[in-house]
């Protein structure tokens, strides 16, 4: 993640690659509107996953940068939603992740689990 100007506004940029110098830029979140809370790879090193504002993970090819799509570890309620996922993990196949389904203001997780496509 890299903090860049925007032509609207600053903006966080989000890159993948095997290497700092070989990364790519895969996509722009405007600041203040969307925000990064992590990022998981998947065991192989041929997917990486950014947790967006809480509850989406938006999946990325690690090699080609090509965007893989996206899916909801919890349906948000309201923005920002009253529950964010931490702690996210591929599974050691890369067909599911694993998470914690927390209670954004007050503590209190329970676990969650989701399959994730695979192209």
């Given amino acids: 993640m890299l903090d860049t ?3 609207d506004g600053p903006c966080v940029s989000l890159w993948v690659g ?5 990364a790519r830029k895969v996509e722009s979140l405007r600041a203040g509107a969307e925000w990064c809370e992590e990022i998981a790879w998947t065991p192989d090193g041929g997917r990486a ?3 967006i504002n809480g509850y989406q993970l938006r999946i990325f090819d690690a090699h080609t940068g ?4 996206a ?3 919890i ?3 309201r923005a920002p939603s009253s529950r964010v996922a931490r702690g996210v993990t591929f599974s050691t196949n890369g067909a599911a992740v694993t998470f914690d389904d927390c209670a954004r203001e007050h503590s209190g ?4 689990l989701i399959a994730i496509p695979h192209p």
């Fill in 5 to 7: 100007p925007c032509f």
């Fill in 18 to 22: 095997p290497s700092e110098r070989s």
């Fill in 49 to 51: 996953a950014f947790l």
């Fill in 66 to 69: 090509a965007n893989l799509g």
């Fill in 71 to 73: 899916v909801n570890l």
């Fill in 75 to 77: 349906e948000p309620d």
């Fill in 109 to 112: 997780c329970r676990a969650g």
